[in-house]
Antibody, heavy 117, light 106 residues
Framework: EVQLQQSGAELGKPGTSVKLSCKVS????????MHWVNQRPGKGLEWIGR????????IYAEKFKSKATLTADTSSNTAYMQLSQLKSDDTAIYFC??????????WGQGVMVTVSS | EIVLTQSPTTMAASPGEKVTLTCRAS?????MHWYQQRSGTSPKLWIY???KLASGVPNRFSGSGSGTSYSLTINSMETEDAATYYC?????????FGSGTKLEIK
């Protein structure tokens, strides 16, 4: 069974960074792309970017190019996303998800990031 | 970027009622995918490649469409179908989602 286990809720102060993790079991992340999606309170889903864990290649949505940094550790089958220069607008739930021929078939449980002083 | 417009934004249906949700793309896409999200949970893949039901999805659900116009249909609404449904295209980067249709039970 494929499972994506995300790290716990984060509370960050404005201007600081947080690093989220997503550990995958039941599937080798070298064989897929790991994507990240967010959902602001009461809003819809927004694509952030993706990483190819096999070679570290990344693609980001334009608005997240200077906000998010995606990495992956194939030895631990874990993907990471660092969010920098936090602002209140970054308060959201962040999901990791596995990509399969154009759609996202497995999702993490999501992690709430709250930005507050 | 391809913009997906879902309609209606919100709707309520009675048990047994037929329900159709629509998703229109700003440019032609090869397939449309749909997700169900219940409050406080992560999205679940519901329909992929326009018309294929994900594992465990009841067969009262169906998907159809082509080009720029797609739909998700529930043949007979049940209480457990109350949720928000999002469409998503992966035909061109970046992948984009519609803004969702919140489906409630009457």
């Amino acid at each position: 069974e494929v499972q994506l286990q995300q790290s716990g809720a984060e509370l960050g102060k404005p201007g600081t960074s947080v690093k989220l993790s997503c550990k995958v079991s039941g599937y080798n992340i070298r064989n897929t792309y790991m994507h990240w999606v967010n959902q602001r309170p009461g809003k819809g889903l927004e694509w952030i970017g993706r990483i190819d864990p096999a070679n570290g290649n990344t693609i980001y949505a334009e608005k997240f190019k200077s906000k998010a940094t995606l990495t992956a550790d194939t030895s631990s089958n874990t993907a990471y996303m660092q969010l920098s220069q936090l602002k209140s607008d970054d308060t959201a739930i962040y999901f990791c998800t596995l990509y399969n021929r154009g759609y996202f078939d497995y999702w993490g449980q999501g992690v709430m990031v709250t930005v507050s002083s | 970027e391809i913009v997906l417009t879902q309609s209606p934004t919100t709707m309520a249906a009675s048990p047994g009622e037929k329900v159709t949700l629509t998703c229109r793309a700003s440019s032609s896409v090869s397939y449309m995918h749909w997700y169900q999200q219940r409050s406080g949970t992560s999205p679940k893949l519901w329909i992929y490649e326009t018309s294929k039901l994900a594992s465990g999805v009841p067969n009262r659900f169906s998907g159809s469409g082509s080009g720029t116009s797609y739909s998700l249909t529930i043949n007979s609404m049940e209480t457990e179908d109350a949720a928000t449904y999002y469409c998503q295209q992966g035909s061109s980067y970046p992948p984009t989602f519609g803004s969702g249709t919140k489906l409630e039970i009457k």
